[in-house]
């Protein structure tokens, strides 16, 4: 896999993948802090509704128990007194008419609609005031009074009047018959009852308050639904089997609470089991419907406080209404997500490619000079390990071409010393086998020449003479060069070493019309064999006046090179050589100048003196021409060339 996907990938995961987690993680969490805190919000909802309905119903129980004490009813009390005997009140049309004139007032400033009534010790209806309105007593029955409906003998209805507690308001079931909403349904609540107290103890009459819900209907209709939540009320009533399970409300199914209750309407079915087996773990909680699609949050509330009556109140909520916002925010959330997804990708691209680049560049550098290419890198590498690396590369690089160079000299030494080696050896051969026959022949020549006076025939052996020293001299130079003699040491004063020498040349200098200079330093001594040094010194003059014009100067210089190395330079004006000559400069035999006058060994002579010395001999073109030609040779005889 290349280096950039690599990086790409691991980045990338390391990344997105906790992002991912984190994103999938921080949704999780908030959604379930949320949802903690929504069913809080709507069960603290739905019972500050119920305190609100237990508050309405505890304001009426208070009304209706200060009415039972009320000095209008003290003043009926006679009336209620007098039937308590059977009798009839002598002002009993005032009585009854002023305090159902109070009635009415009351109810309508007080009391919801429904009716009020008061009811003589047997049960019968003394006072009827409904819906602000009286019933006038107009209805005659076994006493001397009349009644305010038509005379009903329940003795049912008056046993459980007779065992209610006195002065306080209990709730009952009144018959059909007595009952606001007669045969069209049950009622929405029972009725508040108050047995009137009288003198000594005993009863003197009932008060009834029948009550229509319709405040707390309107408590219900104003109540907050958080998430569009449709109320439910159920009364349950082990006491009542036909009251058992019945709806009172039902906003779903648009049941009000002040309207005549239907008897099938129950808590029925799938979701009226889940209810009551919630509502039989605990009074209060919160439970998803079986299908999922509902929340339903629900709390039981006891309205009668003498009844095991027990309402189950219930809000039931879309389960989407509650999960939408979540879902907006998860789909915020993964968006966000995706956004960073992306910019993460295309980053981590970036980054992956500046970081891969300069070592795929580097890897293709190395290649191009594995193959013997060299090519320049740039500076600017970030980051920093990178630029490390190419340090290193260039460093090892320059390392190995130094050290090729080093080996390449070493080689260019070796075979130069090899051939020098094997034509020396030849030379000598040579030139020993030629020496003697030539020396036969100068010596003839000369007794020839001293037999032959005058004419062309001595001119000849003149010529030949001439040409056998020739030879001759070529012979010589070829057996000093095949010799290579150990040096013999002496100590040299440089600078007076050198002006011997240039006086060695000086005709051949002044004939061509040559200035040569001298820079050496006073104090220069040297180790060396004064005469095999002469003879370099000597060779190197004669080139350097040779290869220069009319008029040029030459010029030698001595100086101390470091501690323990001269340096001798023979500088010239001259032609200069190519980079071809150059490379043969020090070869056996190699002169570019014509037959008769080099012998192409000056400079190798000179080359193997300068070794035995322990030196190095270079040559190099000058910058305005010319040639130099350097010589190092060490201060001290060394003892590696001491043979
Ligand atoms: P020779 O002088 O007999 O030719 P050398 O070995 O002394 O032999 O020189 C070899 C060759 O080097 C010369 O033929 C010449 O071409 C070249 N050479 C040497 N010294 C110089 C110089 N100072 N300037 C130009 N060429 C030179």
Not at 41 to 67: C, H, P, T
Not at 75 to 95: K, S, T, W
Not at 298 to 322: C, F, G, H, M
Request: net charge negative; charged share 20%; with cysteine.
């Amino acid at each position: 896999m290349r280096l950039r996907t690599n990086i790409f990938l691991w980045v990338s995961l390391a990344t997105v993948v906790p992002l991912t987690l984190i994103a999938l993680g921080a949704t999780a969490y908030s959604e379930h802090i949320h949802r903690g805190d929504l069913d809080r919000q709507i069960a603290a909802n739905l019972n500050s509704m119920v305190v609100e309905i237990d508050r309405r119903l505890g304001y009426e129980r208070e009304v209706i128990a200060a009415l039972a004490v009320s000095p209008p009813m003290q003043e009926y009390m006679p009336v209620l007194l007098a039937a308590r005997e059977h009798r009839r009140a002598p002002d009993f049309a005032l009585r009854t008419s002023r305090f159902t004139g109070f009635l009415e007032e009351l109810q309508s400033v007080l009391l919801e609609n429904g009716s009020i009534r008061v009811l003589d010790p047997q049960g019968d209806t003394l006072v009827k005031v409904r819906n602000s309105r009286r019933t006038p007593a107009s209805f005659s029955g076994l006493n001397p009074y009349p009644y305010a409906e038509p005379e009903l003998h329940d003795d049912f209805l008056l046993a459980e009047l007779q065992a209610l507690p006195e002065g306080e308001v209990s709730y009952l079931s009144l018959p059909p018959s007595l009952n606001d909403f007669g045969s069209t349904g049950l009622p929405p609540m029972q009725d508040a009852a108050v047995p009137l107290p009288g003198p000594h103890g005993m009863t003197t009459g009932y008060l009834l308050v029948n009550s229509l819900g319709t405040h707390i209907a309107r408590i219900l209709e104003l109540a907050p639904r958080m998430f569009n939540g449709k109320l439910l009320i159920v009364e349950l009533n082990p006491e009542t089997p036909s009251r058992d399970r019945l709806i009172l409300y039902d906003e779903s199914r648009g049941i009000l609470f002040n309207t005549p209750k239907d008897p099938d309407k129950k808590l029925t079915g799938a979701f009226g089991e889940q209810l009551l087996h919630a509502d039989n773990q605990s009074p209060y909680g919160v439970f998803t419907t079986r299908n999922g699609k509902s929340r339903v949050y629900y709390t039981e509330y006891l309205p009668y406080p003498n009844k095991l009556v027990t309402w189950l109140i219930a809000t039931r909520i879309d389960s989407q209404e509650i999960t939408a916002p979540f879902h907006r925010i998860r789909l915020g959330i993964f968006l966000f997500a995706a956004i960073a997804l992306v910019l993460t990708l295309v980053l981590t691209h970036l980054g992956a490619r500046r970081i891969a680049e300069p070592i795929t560049q580097l890897a293709e550098n190395l290649k191009a000079y594995a193959r013997g290419k060299r090519v320049a890198l740039p500076d600017q590498y970030t980051p920093s390990e990178i630029r490390e690396l190419k340090d290193s590369f260039e460093y090892m690089a320059d390392t190995m071409e130094r050290a090729q160079a080093e080996r390449d000299h070493a080689e260019k030494m070796m075979l130069q010393s090899a051939k020098l080696a094997s034509i020396g050896e030849m030379a000598a051969g040579i030139g020993h086998e030629i020496n003697n026959p030539l020396n036969n022949i100068l010596t003839l020549t000369k007794l020839m020449r001293r037999q032959v006076q005058g004419g062309d025939l001595a001119n000849d052996l003149n010529s030949l003479n001439e040409e056998a020293h020739r030879a001759s001299e070529i012979i010589k130079g070829i057996l000093n060069f095949a010799r290579q003699l150990p040096p013999q040491y002496t100590r040299i004063h440089v600078p007076s070493w050198v002006d011997e020498s240039i006086a060695l040349v000086s005709q051949e200098a002044k004939r061509r019309g040559i200035q040569i200079d001298t820079e050496t330093d006073d104090g220069l001594i040297i180790e060396g064999d004064a005469r095999q040094l002469q003879q370099v010194l000597v060779n190197l003059l004669l080139n350097a006046i040779q290869a220069s014009d009319r008029g040029d100067h030459v010029v030698v210089k001595a100086r101390q090179h470091d501690a323990s190395h001269a340096m001798l330079c023979v500088c010239d004006e001259g032609s200069g050589v190519e980079s071809a000559v150059m490379e043969k400069l020090f070869d056996p035999f190699f002169t570019t100048k014509p037959i008769g006058q080099g012998s192409g060994l000056g400079l190798s002579v000179s080359l193997g003196i300068v070794e035995h010395h322990g030196g190095k001999i270079t040559a190099e073109n000058n910058e305005r021409g010319g040639l130099t030609v350097n010589v190092i040779l060490p201060l001290k005889r060394s003892t590696d060339h001491n043979a």
